[in-house]
């Protein structure tokens, strides 16, 4: 089992930068996808962005592409998102998830949540206007 442990978030103002980090308890497959979502009140969770562990495809929900970036530190078994000029809008809880993969995928099969086996906790981001 996959423990997945965010922390990062915080109160800001719009225009603000936060970055979020998602680590990993261990390294059972050496191949995967970290993604990830977020979820606002009353509303469903969405996708927000995801990465290949090997080789560092990425893949970004359009309403954060060019805000947005994920990386990944594979010595330090964590995955980081980036979130730049923040707005109102991207208030939200932030989940991490990953799935063990090592063949092929598209946007559409990342940016779904039933892909992934294991979620984080989530971390709260709060931007005031």
């Known amino acids: 089992q996959v423990q997945l442990v965010e922390s990062g978030g915080g109160l800001v103002q719009a225009g603000d930068s936060l970055r979020l980090s998602c680590t990993a308890s261990?390294?059972?497959?050496?191949?995967?996808?970290m993604g990830w979502f977020r979820q606002a009140p009353g509303k469903e969770r969405e996708f927000v962005a995801a990465?290949?562990?090997?080789?560092?495809?990425?893949y970004y929900a359009d309403s954060v592409k060019g805000r947005f970036t994920i990386s990944r530190d594979d010595a330090k078994n964590t995955a980081y998102l980036q979130m730049n000029s923040l707005k109102p809008e991207d208030t939200a809880v932030y989940y991490c998830?990953?799935?063990?993969?090592?063949?092929?995928?598209?946007?559409?099969?990342?940016?779904?949540?039933?892909?992934?086996?294991?979620w984080g906790q989530g971390t709260q981001v709060t931007v005031s206007s």
């Open positions: 261990r390294r059972t497959f050496s191949t995967y996808i």
């Open positions: 990465i290949r562990w090997s080789g560092g495809s990425t």
């Open positions: 998830a990953r799935k063990n993969w090592a063949g092929s995928i598209s946007y559409v099969d990342v940016s779904r949540r039933a892909f992934y086996d294991y």
